[in-house]
């Protein structure tokens, strides 16, 4: 790999993330889930001691986890992302500085803080003197820590629930139709 390919990749990454790590924490995820079920299905495909049989049916089962998979860790992890960062942009949950520049300034925002409309990032920047550094800090930390128990109940709690009802549903399925006798000469079930 070309060493400014790298460089120019690491520089975006950090440009684009630096912020908001837990945005980064849903991609990589998203990406990670993804690249891991795509190798799984390219695995079945190409090994040659898979029967074609169980390949038609172990392709399409792996391919459903895949979207199982990606789905959920993608809703719970960025449903609980915005969730936090909500909280945190209304004032509902702020670090000491920005709580006491918000009680200094209680005439201003006293009965705003809380409320879905009020949003400290409008604040920011109409007020020169409210502590920033401290609010993006506090912010991006909390959504980060908020993103990583996301992923971890969505991928060891969520993901597995849902994959074993909708595995078990799939083969309630083929086993119904395997079971279900036919008549050879009409070709209807009886």
Not at 40 to 66: C, G, H, R, T, Y
Not at 91 to 119: A, C, E, I, S, W
Not at 142 to 168: K, M, Q
């Amino acid at each position: 790999m070309n060493n400014s390919l790298l460089q120019k990749g690491m520089e975006w990454i950090y440009t684009n993330f630096k912020k908001n790590t837990a945005k980064m924490l849903i991609w990589t995820g998203v990406a990670g889930w993804g690249l891991s079920s795509l190798a799984q299905i390219v695995a079945i495909m190409i090994n040659p001691k898979i029967s074609k049989e169980q390949k038609s049916f172990l392709v399409p089962q792996e391919f459903l986890d895949a979207v199982v998979n990606v789905g959920s860790f993608f809703l719970v992890t960025q449903a609980t992302k915005k969730m936090i960062s909500k909280m945190a942009s209304t004032g509902k949950v702020t670090p000491m500085r920005v709580r006491q520049y918000l009680n200094k300034h209680k005439d201003l925002y006293g009965d705003k803080v809380g409320k879905l409309d009020f949003d400290l990032d409008e604040v920011l920047k109409q007020k020169a003197d409210f502590p920033k550094d401290s609010y993006y800090t506090y912010k991006n930390f909390i959504t980060t820590v908020g993103t990583v128990g996301a992923s971890v109940l969505s991928s060891n709690i969520i993901t597995p629930v849902i994959r074993n009802y909708t595995a078990s549903d799939v083969q309630k399925n083929i086993l119904k139709k395997q079971s279900t006798p036919t008549n050879n000469s009409g070709g209807m079930k009886i």
